[in-house]
């Protein structure tokens, strides 16, 4: 069979349509991404930010009950931290700079300690 054969083939390229094709397929393909960053990131940001706060508080707590004489506390993530990955615990200005308090893990949650008994009270 030949193009002769057919008149409405007449003229016919077979790849003619591919470039169109090519561009709207990237075009979805943008599309999809965006849309799948505009639902994602909003969760990721709100994770990190409650994160966050909850280990501020955490260590707050910690540095509280383990260094009361420290001038300040921070909480930072960290992957390769003294306890693994996770939010690590920092008292500041004590014992001549920042001291490693606790390792609060991946995710933080506020201690529950025991209040320090006061020398000779308890005898």
């Known amino acids: 069979m030949t193009y002769d054969d057919e008149p409405e083939l007449a003229g016919y390229v ?3 349509g591919a470039p169109r094709r090519r561009r709207m ?3 979805l393909r943008i599309v999809v991404v965006v849309g799948i960053a505009c ?3 909003p969760g990721m940001l709100t994770t ?3 994160a966050s706060a909850t280990a501020q508080d955490a260590c707050n707590a910690w540095v509280a009950y383990e260094a009361p004489e420290a001038e300040g506390v921070s909480a930072r993530f960290e992957l390769f ?3 693994g990955p ?3 615990c920092y008292a500041m200005g004590a014992f001549g700079g ?3 308090v606790a390792s609060l893990g991946l995710i933080p949650i506020s201690p ?3 209040p320090v008994p006061k020398p000779g009270g308890n005898a």
């Open 98 to 100: 920042d001291r490693n």
């Open 14 to 16: 077979p790849t003619e």
């Open 48 to 50: 990190m930010s409650v």
């Open 39 to 41: 639902l994602v990131l």
């Open 112 to 114: 529950i300690l025991s």
């Open 25 to 27: 397929r990237l075009a």
């Open 86 to 88: 996770g939010w690590q």
């Open 81 to 83: 931290g003294a306890g």
